[in-house]
């Protein structure tokens, strides 16, 4: 019955994005690294995951945490070196565990070689491969605001123009105008593809073109402060990007069983804008959708969540589903309840684990590890850096994994680059191994129900009409049937069931045989997440 033989992982099974400063550190200088996430890939194994979407390996002068590229061929003398990063893509591989590459191709850092002599004269080769303009009486040439506050153009004194940053003014932007610039990129991706990476997480895709007839965005008061107060008409989402998608694809599609997944800003556009990147499922294979990680706990918000970006799925495109990443607070920090937090952390991990699109967590959501608390003196990052105290950045999230209750939760040997949570004497992996209870060992079940059920991984989802507080819906298959019933709230409920038919107990976090169910419908324990298969025997 579950022997499907066109298992596409991607698709059909469950992705982790790990922060690599953050998982484990090998080498004792207090940072994450390549050779800590090979030590830990039998814990991932184990865990059940079918691939990595490593956040950014690439050089860095890290003053956007990776995410301002000086080499795109090398790797960072933080997490190691080349050989490192193939030893862990072909350990991954022996595990049947894929990796996907960050690419972080809207903008270089400013210590980029191409930026280097771009910059250097008006007339060097590489002046075009980034975007540059004189100014317009006496001041930059549009009235464009960065993501992160500011004008999007520096003034460069050497060579008396502007350039273009869509973000910090040490992250110029690429001109992906121009066809060198094109070329280059797709070369490059080659280049990782020839090693074996299985695929990419590409970064603000639809930033990467902006209006060349330099047109101003008009002043917006609900674009909000990050937005710079003004709608993105001419900065974000241009014509043309369907062209570059359809040649980023190509590429992936000289290879056998490569991917990439869209990161794409959409802010005042809403989720359609994202679903668009999948076009008619030539673009992107996935596209991320970040409403959820805005969505206020409770049944009915994330069911509008839900049932909004499934009508937005192009016909050939296929949805993947996120709770944490590393820009916004833990889900287990933005739901927390007090000593209700962990209860929640299994109803989140039930939904995310049985909804139809593919799962991508986010390394310690497995074990329910909340954000750290930063202090000014711990701040890392930028946003962080240039905000605080009204933004406080994004280390909270992007905190080191707990091991176990030993110094430093066993993460490294000295202390690491940022704090850890203060609860790692409770919160950590082998203090959850040991606990059949536990979030990390409810997580386990879950993927290995979801690999042993093809109508989890590749069934239709319908939602269930049920009491407030709760959020119901089958997954059907052929001729099977789930039910997922899962109670947000922390009091007992009730759910209408069909009594004609006769269900079995899949996993529950509070049951593990059959309860009857009569016509009145089920009673639900408060937080209770329960998965039902119709019993045909
Ligand atoms: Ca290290």
Not at 91 to 119: C, L, P, Y
Not at 429 to 450: C, G, H, M, T, W
Request: glycine share 8%.
């Amino acid at each position: 019955m579950s022997a499907e033989t066109d298992f596409i992982w991607w698709k059909h099974g469950v992705l982790c994005e790990i922060w690599p400063r953050s998982f484990y550190d090998s080498n004792g200088d207090g940072s994450g690294d390549l050779q800590g996430i090979i030590r830990k890939l039998d814990y991932l194994a184990e865990l059940g995951i079918d691939g990595i979407w490593l956040g950014p390996v690439n050089a860095s002068p890290m003053v956007d945490s990776g995410y301002d590229v000086a080499d795109y061929r090398s790797i960072d003398p933080i997490y190691g070196t080349m050989a490192d990063f193939e030893l862990l893509l072909a350990e991954a591989h022996k595990r049947g565990i894929h990796i996907i590459m960050d690419i972080v191709v809207n903008h270089t850092s400013d210590q980029h070689a191409w930026f280097k002599q771009s910059r250097s004269s008006r007339d060097n080769p590489k002046r075009d491969w980034y975007t540059w303009h004189d100014g317009k009486k006496g001041g930059p040439p549009t009235n464009w605001k960065a993501l992160v506050g500011g004008g999007t153009w520096e003034w460069d004194k050497h060579t008396q123009q502007y350039y273009l940053h869509s973000f910090l003014k040490a992250q110029p932007d690429l001109n992906w105008r121009n066809p060198q610039v094109k070329q280059e990129i797709y070369s490059t991706l080659r280049f990782w593809l020839d090693k074996g990476v299985d695929g990419f997480r590409c970064d603000i895709l639809n930033y990467f073109l902006k209006d060349e007839e330099l047109r101003d965005n008009p002043f917006s008061l609900a674009a909000g402060i990050f937005n710079g107060f003004q709608k993105h008409l001419y900065t974000r989402s241009q014509p043309g990007m369907e062209e570059i998608l359809l040649e980023f694809r190509s590429v992936l599609d000289e290879y056998k069983d490569r991917m990439m997944v869209g990161e794409v800003y959409v802010a005042q556009d809403g989720p359609a804008m994202a679903a668009a990147y999948m076009g008619k499922g030539d673009l992107c294979h996935l596209a991320f959708d970040f409403d959820l990680l805005f969505t206020k706990w409770g049944a009915e918000g994330f069911a509008a969540t839900m049932k909004r970006w499934y009508a937005l799925i192009p016909e050939q495109g296929w949805p993947c589903n996120v709770l944490s990443n590393h820009d916004q607070p833990r889900a287990v920090t933005r739901y927390a309840a007090g000593t209700d937090t962990m209860q929640r952390a299994k109803v989140m991990a039930a939904f995310l684990l049985t909804l139809k699109g593919t799962p991508f967590m986010y390394y310690g959501e497995e074990i329910g590890l909340p954000n750290s608390k930063i202090t000014r003196k711990d701040v890392m990052d930028t946003i962080g850096k240039m905000y605080w105290p009204i933004v406080k950045g994004r280390d909270g999230e992007r905190n080191p994994m707990q091991w176990n209750a030993g110094p430093q939760a066993g993460f490294s040997s000295v202390k690491p680059w940022l704090p850890l949570n203060a609860d790692y004497s409770e919160i950590n992996v082998e203090a959850q191994e040991k606990d059949p209870l536990s979030v990390l060992n409810f997580y386990r079940r879950l993927i290995a129900l979801r690999r042993e059920k093809p109508v989890l991984q590749r069934g239709g989802y319908e939602q269930v009409p049920s009491d407030k507080g709760i959020m119901a819906y089958r997954r059907t298959y052929r001729n099977e049937e789930i039910l997922v019933i899962l109670n947000f709230a922390g009091e007992r409920k009730v759910q209408a069931i069909d009594s004609s038919k006769r269900w079995k107990v899949l996993l529950g976090t509070q049951r593990s045989s059959e309860s009857a169910i009569d016509k009145d419908g089920l009673a639900v324990y408060p937080y209770e997440a329960l998965i039902l298969e119709e019993d045909k025997a």
